[in-house]
Antibody, heavy 117, light 113 residues
Framework: QVQLVASGGGVVQPGRSLRLSCLGS????????IHWVRQAPGKGLEWLGL????????YYADSVKGRITISRDNAKSTVYLQVDGLRPEDTAVYYC??????????WGQGTLVTVSS | QPVLTQSSSASASLGSSVKFTCTLS???????IAWHRQRPGEAPRFLMK???????NKGSGVPDRFSGSSSGADRYLTISNLQSEDEADYYC???????????FGGGTKLTVL
């Protein structure tokens, strides 16, 4: 069955960097773009960006552009999200999603990032 | 960039029907959307892709009680025979063909009475 397992979350001090991973299985990984979406406590969904299926293109939301980097290793069926200069407002559950036909049709379980000193 | 507008909350009785609305901003009324459900403490789940024509494709395992429809800039999700497990937040999503960015609506919180 389709699985997306996000990992790498935890408690991080403000100003630090963090790299999250998203491991995909149960589908042909190279056929799909993978997106990152976050959700701050009690808030709605915020799209962060995507890695195209071939890994050569990335697109980022204006709100986080310049602070995040998305990369992809198809040999490992893994997509990465690096967030630099972490701020308390980056505290959120970070989800990776599989995209098919321009919609996010499967969500991973998410990983919690808490930015606190 | 498209903007999606959703009511913040809705309520309906067990066994009844409820219809959610997601409204596309001016200039984007032909866009397709996706509907997602998020139960408390869980990750979101894809429900369906809904086109401006009203045609929709549901995700795997989504019950027949869930259906979609469209009218102009409005995209609808209807749930019939409401169950207690339908109590959740419902989000719509679309994709901007020009920037390749994804946009989410603010979500509607459903309370099942």
């Amino acid at each position: 069955q389709v699985q997306l397992v996000a990992s790498g979350g935890g408690v991080v001090q403000p100003g630090r960097s963090l790299r999250l991973s998203c491991l995909g299985s149960g589908f042909t990984f190279t056929n799909h773009a993978i997106h990152w979406v976050r959700q701050a406590p009690g808030k709605g969904l915020e799209w962060l960006g995507l890695a195209a299926n071939h890994g050569r293109s990335q697109y980022y939301a204006d709100s986080v552009k310049g602070r995040i980097t998305i990369s992809r290793d198809n040999a490992k069926s893994t997509v990465y999200l690096q967030v630099d200069g972490l701020r308390p407002e980056d505290t959120a559950v970070y989800y990776c999603t599989r995209n098919a036909d321009h919609v996010n049709d499967f969500w991973g379980q998410g990983t919690l990032v808490t930015v606190s000193s | 960039q498209p903007v999606l507008t959703q009511s913040s909350s809705a309520s309906a009785s067990l066994g009844s029907s409820v219809k959610f609305t997601c409204t596309l901003s001016s200039g984007h009324r032909d866009y397709f959307i996706a509907w997602h459900r998020q139960r408390p403490g869980e990750a979101p789940r894809f429900l369906m892709k809904l086109e401006g024509s009203g045609r929709y494709n549901k995700g795997s395992g989504v019950p027949d009680r869930f259906s979609g429809s469209s009218s102009g800039a409005d995209r609808y999700l209807t749930i019939s025979n409401l169950q207690s497990e339908d109590e959740a937040d419902y989000y719509c999503e679309t994709w901007d063909i020009n920037t390749l960015h994804v946009v989410f609506g603010g979500g509607t919180k459903l309370t099942v009475l």
